[in-house]
T-cell receptor
Framework: AQSVAQPEDQVNVAEGNPLTVKCTYS??????LFWYVQYPNRGLQFLLK??????LVKGSYGFEAEFNKSQTSFHLKKPSALVSDSALYFC??????????????FGTGTRLKVLA | DTGVSQDPRHKITKRGQNVTFRCDPI?????LYWYRQTLGQGPEFLTY????????KSRLLSDRFSAERPKGSFSTLEIQRTEQGDSAMYLC?????????????FGPGTRLTVL
């Protein structure tokens, strides 16, 4: 079965510093990977996805993620953190339901706190 | 704002009561999903619609849960005889197949509290 793991419940980083939020995956076949962010009282917002091609994927709000097949990782990164980036971040992998149909399997989330 | 709306945003009910939630997806999206999220966990898949057809249901969806998408547009999720364990955030997502994948866009959720 497909799965993702987010090993850190919380990540603290100082404003202006680079940030990394970790995600590892376990899939059969080619992985389709996603990052979402959740702000308080708001739904999940799509940040970026990896399907194929370049291992470095660029997304919304200056975020990027690096796909590493050998380490089965898909870490979320940003060169310079903002206080407004403080939120709950979820990694997800696509899992096949039936032919041409998929659901997402989410990790448990990582709370990012950017300190001013 | 992703374009997916859910109503109500919050619902408090007493155990044993029935509740119904509504989801309005992005208009051109033909796929609609329901997920449930409990505190400290990521969203878990409940069910999925392709247009008006309900094509998949998770084992998490007990017989007290029913979902409909009558005209292939909005969807409703009903929980009958609510239990305290049903307390959670219920999330709706919609997508449109494009290329090799369909990105799911989530609504703000309905937070259910069962007393």
């Amino acid at each position: 079965a497909q799965s993702v793991a987010q090993p850190e419940d919380q990540v603290n980083v100082a404003e202006g510093n680079p940030l990394t939020v970790k995600c590892t995956y376990s899939v059969s076949g080619n992985p389709y990977l996603f990052w979402y962010v959740q702000y308080p009282n708001r739904g999940l917002q799509f940040l970026l996805k990896y399907i194929t091609g370049d291992n470095l994927v660029k997304g919304s709000y200056g975020f990027e993620a690096e796909f590493n097949k050998s380490q089965t990782s898909f870490h979320l990164k940003k060169p310079s953190a903002l206080v407004s980036d403080s939120a709950l971040y979820f990694c997800a992998v696509r899992d096949k339901i039936a032919s041409g149909t998929y659901k997402y399997i989410f990790g448990t989330g990582t709370r990012l706190k950017v300190l001013a | 704002d992703t374009g997916v709306s859910q109503d109500p945003r919050h619902k408090i009910t007493k155990r044993g009561q029935n509740v119904t939630f509504r989801c309005d997806p992005i208009s051109e999206h033909n796929r609609l999903y329901w997920y449930r999220q409990t505190l400290g966990q990521g969203p878990e898949f409940l069910t999925y619609f392709q247009n008006e057809a309900q094509l998949e249901k998770s084992r998490l969806l007990s017989d007290r849960f029913s979902a409909e998408r009558p005209k292939g547009s909005f969807s409703t999720l009903e929980i009958q005889r609510t239990e305290q364990g049903d307390s959670a955030m219920y999330l709706c997502a919609s997508s449109l197949v494009s290329g090799r994948t369909d990105t799911q866009y989530f609504g703000p959720g309905t937070r259910l509290t069962v007393l």
